[in-house]
């Protein structure tokens, strides 16, 4: 009897998800003769069993097309919102597979999908995850699909932003995604010769940036361009930070995690868009003209590049393969020029920060970048 697969995309959306749910679509049904289900809307859709059935017809046309055909959300299912309520939708989910009578399921998303996906297997469910964000922040795989493609949006902006700063003498501050880990800003930031990269790794001074602007300035360059990642902080920001991240690990009682949480969120909060505290800091500082450029979500819109349609059919497939075989449990990573499983356990919960001393960052300072240290 065909084996029965259902798929669905969590979290933020990306460029490279059709092509992906085309892949591994694609693969299943032409290769090994499977069926195919798409879940809508992450796991919402998959807890509240709403899918379409997904034939070849369904698959024509999609690989260049940007966002996910299946629909997204971010809800986890341990804790989804159900008529104003926190549910535990984790044996609705289960109920929902086996009345389907699914094999296997497909999770197409990011870390936090990765971490649902490990909740779904220790629930005893068939799964594999495919990782996609363009935080490229998922561990154990070089890359995800998404990022290149975002990569070259705000390459592109900060390549703009390089002749507008220029002509009015000023600084402009570029927000680029990445709340945990700077490899967007650092890699659009090289690639796009910002003169200033700012990283939630490596805290920032504003007077070392303040510095660097005016010895440009008496070097005859009045303009300087900033990559700011979203969650870059200064040392002082970043101090109140791990102190409430403490707070939440130390938490002895759920009641003291509950407040500990409430207080982290609350310092984030106050965190958020800091690309305009860092231009109204340096505008104070250096005496230049300060604007702000937030690219949002221009990054993750629109059509996927060659490499991130090329990795989303790379990995769909070799996920058919590992579903054919019965391998589950794990994410298809890349690693080189191989999909390669890796235990969704040594995954979930696993964030990809960029190391201090990863190639990129010595490459930026070697051609006398300020990382605001
Ligand atoms: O997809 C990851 C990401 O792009 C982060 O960099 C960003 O902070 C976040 O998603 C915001 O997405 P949303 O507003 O959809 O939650």
Redo the contacts with the bound molecule.
């Keep these: 009897m065909a084996q029965r697969i259902g798929i669905l995309t969590a979290?933020?959306d990306?460029p490279g998800l059709n092509a992906a749910i085309r892949g591994f679509g694609k693969a299943a049904l032409g290769h090994y003769g499977m069926e195919l289900i798409g879940f809508r809307d992450g796991l919402r859709g998959l807890a509240e069993n709403r899918f379409v059935e997904l034939d070849r017809e369904a698959l024509a046309g999609i690989l260049t097309t940007g966002g996910t055909i299946l629909g997204t959300s971010?809800d986890k299912p341990h804790k989804m919102k159900v008529d104003g309520n926190t549910v535990d939708m984790i044996p609705t989910i289960v109920e929902n597979c086996e009345k389907n009578g699914l094999d296997g399921l497909v999770c197409i998303g990011?870390g936090g999908t990765a971490k649902n996906a490990n909740r779904l297997v220790k629930a005893g469910l068939n799964v594999i995850h495919l990782p996609k964000?363009?935080?490229n922040d998922i561990a154990h795989t070089d890359t995800s699909f998404g990022f290149s493609t975002a990569l070259g949006i705000a390459t592109e902006a900060i390549d703009r932003l390089h002749s507008t700063a220029h002509s009015h003498h000023r600084i402009i501050v570029c927000e680029i995604?990445?709340?945990k880990a700077g490899w967007l800003a650092l890699g659009a930031g090289i690639a796009g010769g910002a003169d200033i990269i700012l990283l939630p790794e490596i805290p920032y001074e504003i007077e070392s940036i303040a510095e660097s602007i005016r010895q440009r300035a008496a070097h005859g360059r009045g303009f300087s361009v900033v990559a700011i990642a979203?969650g870059a902080r200064d040392v002082a920001d970043t101090k109140d930070m791990e102190a409430a991240e403490a707070l939440v690990k130390g938490a002895s009682s759920p009641e003291a995690k509950a407040a500990a949480k409430a207080h982290r969120a609350s310092i984030e909060a106050a965190h958020r868009r800091n690309a305009f505290k860092v231009a109204e800091e340096l505008e104070a500082a250096t005496g230049l003209e300060a604007r702000v450029t937030v690219l949002g979500y221009i990054q993750?819109g629109g059509t996927p590049n060659a490499e991130d349609r090329l990795l989303g059919t790379l990995l769909g497939g070799a996920g058919a393969d590992l579903v054919s075989e019965g391998h589950y449990g794990v994410t298809v990573a890349s690693q080189g020029q191989q999909a390669v499983p890796v235990p969704l356990s040594k995954v979930a919960g696993n964030l990809k920060t960029v190391p201090l001393d990863h190639p990129w960052i010595t490459a930026a300072r070697h051609v006398g970048t300020c990382m605001g240290d």
């Design positions: 979290g933020g990306s971010r990011g964000t363009i935080d995604m990445g709340h979203e993750r």
